[in-house]
């Protein structure tokens, strides 16, 4: 059952992996979906691998499509090499404007949410292999 599993994870992981290799971005998708699409609710949902004063981190992007703001809440995880996922339990929650686009940024403080400290998941960068979350839900914020 956890070759199985094992199997399955890595090659969900490559086929992510090949489908953000094609893109000229370096943002990358974030699996919210059980078929691993980075769209929930008209709200998509990536990534990007960087530094921030000389930490690693990860910046996230939300894109909120639809034309009423909504509420995102979710939790980090962070996948590793070792293909096992570190999931933090604190819910984390935004509201983003209809077509709003938001992201993470080291000198923007306000969305402090958007940026995630990998040290925080892991002791070493080269054990990194993708960001994701658990508990991605997006609530409409009727006016």
């Not at 890595?10 to 943002?27: C, E, K, P």
């Not at 923007?108 to 960001?131: A, C, R």
């Amino acid at each position: 059952m956890r070759l199985t599993f094992s199997i399955l994870s890595f090659i969900l992981f490559f086929s992510v992996l090949s489908v953000s290799a094609q893109s000229n971005s370096s943002w990358s998708p974030i699996g919210l979906t059980v078929n691993g699409k980075n769209m929930q609710n008209n709200v998509e949902a990536s990534y990007q691998l960087s530094k921030c004063n000389n930490e690693d981190v990860v910046y996230i992007k939300l894109f909120n499509y639809n034309t009423d703001a909504v509420i995102v809440e979710w939790n980090d995880a962070i996948f590793t090499k070792e293909l096992k996922w570190v999931k933090e339990n604190k819910i984390k929650s935004l509201t983003i404007g209809g077509n709003e686009v938001i992201f993470g940024e080291c000198s923007n403080t306000s969305k402090s949410e958007l940026v995630v400290k990998v040290s925080e998941f892991i002791k070493n960068i080269d054990d990194f292999n993708k960001f994701g979350t658990t508990s991605f839900k997006v609530t409409t914020i009727k006016k």
